[in-house]
């Protein structure tokens, strides 16, 4: 939307804005910006580094969409969004795009009409102790003080965890993560819950992480995934196959090194080919021109490079591949193929 | 009878003695003021001993603060196992805490200035004996420039609100004379026309004299406090005005309409109409309509302190006596000029303590915003700065630095508020 | 001669809707409720078209189905798989227990704090100058932090009580203070408990009825019966001797370290302290302002008028002075009252389960219903304002100088 008189901006938006309410696309492209929506601060996920830049795997996915659609993988504006807002800012169109460790569930998928896109990272809820306490097993949590962040899943899972094990437990609310560590970590809390990444990103911020252990015990599934606004299914494709492309792209080894060598002229993959927009006209049928993909695996490199960069073993976050290796090496990550 | 049969005549008088030790200095004023009772003088006692303790608690935290430290850790070292406040985290992260973190640090003199330049604004309007009242042009001319200096852009934005504004009033004049209700309506109307027109207008200026654009989502730190309380409260003082008039006017309809709207604000609490803000806003507006956050926010805030102080405004206008109204009416001024020119120069007067009593909670209220995600200074303590490795548990530090920055603004314009009493005060002299 | 007559009716005409101060009031109504009109069906329409757009609906049933989510504070019985309207219900009753508490809290700060204001004792003075303004210029929720983080930062964890030489033990061996909350021993209500407790209400009134009887015999013939000692022993003694009679039917329950935590007695969880306390003192330092304001209208002249009569400074207060303050000091009271009992929804920020934290909180993000949760949200604090707001009309109203 056009920058008008501040005053008249609340008008003229309501006038304005109420006649054309084009595809999540052409909006993104006039506005020249992707809005995505992220955590308040999840370090590896997604967070603000000293000057304010955001970084993270999450933020990785939104720069990877603004480059596919933009061409400039800076062109992001990061919502940060919290457990209770997320939903509500997707759904009013604050945000093109939610990339903030959201589980995709059957009523969010149908009831609170969005479409995930995908996931991007397969994880389950796990709990972590001091390693004082003596904890080895969730089983033994019985009577102890959960902190539990709100508005996400896990505080149900938790629920159901301890009813189905017929253990007391105290929940201890807390609105974000920051509070929650800081909850933990003053002991106002025996074990603190979340998604098992989460723990581990939250482990990496400590003073002294290998105080704390992660129990072995996951008691849930948690596919996280970007998600979209139901029924803008152009946008959706959009996102969908940039996520794709990236998971892709490691399976073929693309990288953000070689993609543009790759890209220059077709090469011996077809399938290479036609990811790059050397070979068939992927791009067209998505709405973007062929570079597309390119650019998306340029702006931070492929899935592998990004998640070795942002919450790999090399990081403090330390996170193993685990599930989220390509299917040819165990893990269960598969794409469609690009055809 | 001789005198030699006397043993003793004074000739001459005693010279004054000096008042017994325990009724006169600081002995008298001890007895007085610390000791008058053996209660009193075990509360005396127990004062001094909390006072005491609070100060040798304090004063070494204090004095051996450690004002320069990368993080909490390396703060801790230095200071050895020394009692000692790690004031490091407020030079280190002071920039966040004011500006919030994505303000970009270059342009902090922008909001610096706009700061700066309020005191200039408001000086005319709170000192109005001491400052030349052509001043007011420049109290008048603030709103924008402050705009313009805090959200950068073309120059042209504020200008052509400006113009709306004049264009707006210069229709309310040549109105006033049939019905100034009416005149209002129709100059307000007549400034959005003109608005909505400029908005088409300002392509050819969209780079004369741009400042660099900053989001709003960008701002942060105390900054959005001070800006809430600023904005909302000038914006809420003519709206509370209109609230109150229409509460106690005669037409049934728009005083209905006046006492639900503020009865309504006034019965939730302020954190529900920021849920609102946040959840629930976008649901009543057009579809793809997209409003800044804290544009969402001010608008709340706005019904919420306009409520509070129409009912402030209420009991000035409903402490003038009688008579007063019959006067207006007597010198055969309609509504609109006695209202102006009799009624509310009183009302406003005997309402000012209460509007700034309103004023001060309200900038006070504005730390609510931090509990929907918006980084204001208690959300930049409790997120970013609190959560970030290096300055994990420093709390007092940073909770001091809030309670004395609110401490000083809100302090401050309390004792305004009461000197200002004092110099309205009309009555006995 | 003639008499006044009315201005000469003239035939209505259209202008005179504008230009006719009579019926100029008619056209102003019909443009503020046009307008009022049209702002409700834009708002209305928008409303319709988002939802349809999103495939959502205005729909109560969420109420109806499992909560499946677990609350510390249980007042009534509660488990995860009771409804969002039960979890609803136990937010309300933790609302109210809150500002209950905070209530009475406040009100004794508050009037220790305004009656301290105006003692003579110049340094007990200072420092309550020095608590009222620095509690009514910083922001409540600031304090709420600030005294949550006592609760949690400063305070030993249940493990500190642990071991053979424990870094903390519990506080006479009864009331236990952790990060997690205080824990305190709570009655067993045994068999014949009723009994105890009934004696001990009548003790109460038997003690009001002695003090009013005290007093007509004062006034009525001039004999000055013991107050202090006689009310303590109607109070104390019948309850002692039934207690003791009936074999202890109340016992204590301590709190005792098992497990993670201590079980048994009375946890007072820290997020209800950190909320409590901290309205409690903030508003109590608005109290303290009104409660010196409400004794410093009362004019000197009473003060003095009842000091030339020969009564002594007790009594001047609690006969003189308290009676006319009171009725100054009432209504803002209530609407402090009023205060915090909004405020009490910044629970949010602490994790206590108020209804802001069950039906605004996760019973909003869980279900997505967010209309639906803000809209019952708010009617529940208006419900609670306007019966605080009528209750406060009545006490005007019977208060009310009956003048001559």
Known sequence: MKKTVFLGALTLAGLAAGAAAAGTLDDVKARGKLNCGVTTGLVGFAAPDANGVWEGFDVGVCRAVAAAVLGDATAVEFVPTTGKTRFTALASGEIDLLARNTTWTFSRDTDLKFDFVGVNYYDGQGFMVPKALGVTSAKDLNGATVCIQTGTTTELNLADFFRKNNMEYEPVPIETNAEGQQQYLAGACDTYTTDASGLASTRAAFENPTDHVILPEIISKEPLGPLVRHGDNEWGDIARWTLNALIAAEEMGITSANVAELGAAAGGSPEVNRILGTEGNLGEMIGLDAQWAMRAIAAGGNYGELFEKNIGEKTPIGLARGLNAQWTEGGILYTPPFR | ?429 | MTTMTDPPKASFQLSMLIYDTRYRSYTFQFIALALLIALMAFLGVNLVKNLAEQGQNISYSFLGEPAGYDINQRPIEYDSQSSHMRAALVGMINTLIVAFLGCITATIFGVTAGILRLSPNWLVRKLMAIYVEAFRNVPVLIWILIIFTIMTAVLPAPNAFRGENPASSMFLDAAAFTNRGVYIPSPIWGSGSLVVVLTFLASVFGVFYYRRYATKLLYDTGRLLPMGWPSLAILVLPTLIIFFALGQPISLDYPALKGFNFQGGLHIRGSLIALWFALAIYTGAFIAENVRAGIQAVSKGQTEAAASLGLRPKRIMNLVILPQALRVIIPPLISQYLNLTKNSSLAIAVGYMDLTGTLGGITLNQTGRAIEAVLLLMLFYLTISLAISAVMNVYNNSMKLKER
């Not at chain 2, 409260?233 to 005083?255: C, D, T, W």
């Open chain 2, 1 to 429: 009878m001789s005198r030699e049969q006397l043993g003793f005549v004074r000739t001459e008088m005693l010279p004054e003695s000096p008042p017994p030790l325990a009724a006169t200095g600081l002995v008298k004023w001890l007895r007085e003021n610390l000791f008058s009772s053996p209660a009193n003088s075990l509360l005396t006692v127990v004062s001094v001993l909390v006072v005491y303790q609070i100060v040798t608690s304090a004063a070494p935290w204090f004095f051996n603060g450690i004002w320069d430290s990368p993080s909490l850790t390396a703060c801790r070292e230095i200071l050895g196992g020394k009692v000692g406040g790690c004031f490091a985290v407020l030079t280190e992260r002071w920039n966040q805490l004011l500006f919030g973190f994505k303000y970009p640090s270059d342009l902090y003199w922008r909001p610096g200035l706009a700061f700066v330049l309020l005191f200039v604004a408001a000086a005319p309007l709170l000192f109005g004996k001491i400052f030349p009242r052509k001043m007011l042009i420049f109290t008048g001319l603030y709103p924008f420039i402050a705009f313009w200096l805090i959200w950068g852009g073309p120059v042209s934005t504020p200008v052509f609100a400006l113009l709306g504004v004049l264009f707006g009033a210069f229709v309310y004049s040549k109105m006033v004379k049939t019905s100034a209700g009416i005149a209002v309506i129709v100059s307000f109307i007549a400034a959005l026309v003109f608005w909505i027109a400029s908005g088409y207008l300002s392509g050819p200026f969209a780079n004369v004299m741009a400042l660099e654009a900053i989001p709003s989502r960008d701002m942060g730190g105390f900054m959005i406090n001070l800006m809430l309380g600023v904005i909302c409260v000038s914006l809420s003082i003519p709206l509370g005005i209109l609230l109150a008039l229409g509460r106690q006017s005669s037409m049934p309809i728009i005083k209905w309409i006046c006492v639900v709207f503020i009865e309504f604000i006034r019965g939730v609490p302020l954190i529900t109409l920021l849920f609102v803000a946040n959840v629930v806003l976008a649901y009543f507006l057009p579809p793809g309509t997209n409003f800044d956050l804290i544009l969402r926010v001010i608008i709340m805030i706005t019904m919420f302190s306009s409520a509070y102080i129409a009912e402030v405004i209420r009991g000035g206008l409903a402490a003038l006596p009688r008579g007063q109204y019959e006067a207006g009416d007597s010198l055969g001024l309609d509504y609109a000029q006695s209202m102006q020119l009799i009624i509310l120069p009183q009302a406003l007067k005997i309402s000012i303590p209460g509007i700034v009593n309103v004023a001060v909670g309200l900038f006070k209220d504005t730390t609510l915003v931090s509990v929907i995600s918006m980084f204001d200074i208690v959300g930049m303590i409790r997120g970013p700065i609190l959560s970030s490795s290096e300055w994990n548990g420093v709390y007092w530090e940073l909770f001091g630095f809030a309670v004395v920055l609110f401490f000083i603004t809100c302090y401050g314009i309390s004792q305004y508020s009461q000197w200002l009493e004092r110099q309205l005060r009309t009555d006995h002299r």
